[in-house]
């Protein structure tokens, strides 16, 4: 697995309906982010899971958003109740690690996204 | 608030042209400025900048930054129709131990044959 893997590659669902989206990062990178794109903007975040640490949860648009991030590894990003203005790319990335003081910050690298559309 | 503009918003050229892509940034604590393309979905890693008057270099692509502009570009000699695509500048402002991108708009690059 070279790659970040996400799933699933498109979701279409009904306004009110919850949806799952699924991040499976390059294996040993501990950094893991999500981040939302929307026609005509750039990528926006969402949050980010270091290691153990607390994740850095500014970029969340609303409550009705959360993620989680199992045993360092796979992630999940919850959208509940979902409204049209959540249709977008999710992407998701993944790094060696954050920037951890002193040390050269890694690139992040993406998956190809899960493409969100709310009827 | 952070903010990375991109021009051109997007670039329309032929085949064999040079193309020059402009990145500036407003952020707190700039740690390093990173190149992306994007094509029809995963944005993938070109350059990440982090000093001054540095060139990186791949291939047909090269990238430098200008702390005291604020700003970095994106050379692309001779391009290529395989060029195409959007190519995304990101900062990372962020202080502390995290590190999220902020992201320009993109530049939409066209290169026909």
């Known amino acids: 697995g070279a790659g970040v893997s996400q799933s699933p590659s498109n979701k279409v669902t009904e306004k009110g309906k919850d949806v799952e989206l699924r991040c499976d990062p390059i294996?040993?990178?501990?950094?893991l982010y999500w981040y939302r794109q929307s026609l005509g903007q750039g990528l926006e975040f969402l949050i980010y899971f270091q290691g153990n640490s607390a994740p850095d949860k500014s970029g969340l648009p609303s409550d009705r958003f959360s993620a989680e991030r199992t045993g360092g590894s796979v992630s999940t990003l919850t959208i509940q109740r979902t409204q049209q203005e959540d249709s977008a790319v999710y992407l998701c990335?993944?790094?060696?690690?954050?920037?951890?003081?002193?040390?050269?910050?890694?690139?992040?690298?993406f998956g190809d996204g899960t493409r969100l559309s709310i009827l | 608030e952070d903010k990375v503009v991109q021009s051109p918003l997007s670039l329309v050229v032929h085949e064999g042209d040079t193309v020059t892509l402009n990145c500036s940034y407003e952020?707190?604590?700039?740690?390093?400025l990173l190149w992306y393309k994007q094509e029809k979905k995963a944005p993938t890693f070109l350059f990440m900048l982090t000093s001054s008057g540095i060139e990186k270099k791949s291939g047909r692509l090269s990238s430098i930054l200008d702390k005291k502009e604020l700003s970095s570009i994106l050379n692309i000699t001779a391009t290529q129709t395989g060029d195409s695509a959007i190519y995304l500048c990101?900062?990372?402002?962020?202080?502390?131990?995290?590190?999220?991108?902020?992201f320009g708009k993109g530049t939409l690059l066209t290169v026909n044959p």
């Open positions: 952020v707190t604590n700039f740690r390093s």
């Open positions: 294996s040993g990178h501990t950094a």
């Open positions: 990335a993944s790094s060696l690690s954050g920037w951890t003081g002193g040390i050269l910050p890694q690139p992040q690298h």
């Open positions: 990101a900062v990372d402002p962020s202080g502390g131990s995290n590190y999220k991108l902020t």
